[in-house]
């Protein structure tokens, strides 16, 4: 199972909605989901070169970061910034039933897809039940 905080998310909505767009260029949305014996997350990170992502996991926390630099020249005289510009970062607290040594990443139309397999011991097995017969001791 996958469980996601970010304490300051809130905080950070009121901001955008009192100073604008610019209070926080760190948004990062997702979409999760378990599709069979994985669970699939999709990020929306619109251009950005791949080169500029950066995925790690430490004691089952899983840190995304991506940044976007503005493409106008320094000198430029920008006329409107709407585009976000910066460092984006989300962190997903990952279950210990998922096995993170084995994360597969992708990139493609401005969404990173990561594929995150549950760990064998953790899959649900199937357990034969023997018949009530076999546990008797035969008494002579």
Sequence with gaps: MLMRTDPFREIDRLAQQVFG?????????????????????????????????????????????????????EDADMIVAERPTGTFSRQLFLADTLDTDRIEAAYEAGVLTLRIPVAEEAKARRIQITGGDSRKQISS
Excluded: Q
């Excluded at 840190?63 to 493409?71: D, I, L, Q, T």
């Design 21 to 73: 767009s610019a209070a926080r260029s760190s948004a990062m949305p997702m979409d999760a989901y378990r599709a069979g014996d994985e669970f699939v997350v999709h990020f929306d990170l619109p251009g950005l070169d791949p080169e500029t992502i950066e995925l790690d996991v430490e004691r089952n926390v899983l840190n995304v970061r991506a940044e976007r630099r503005s493409e106008a020249p």
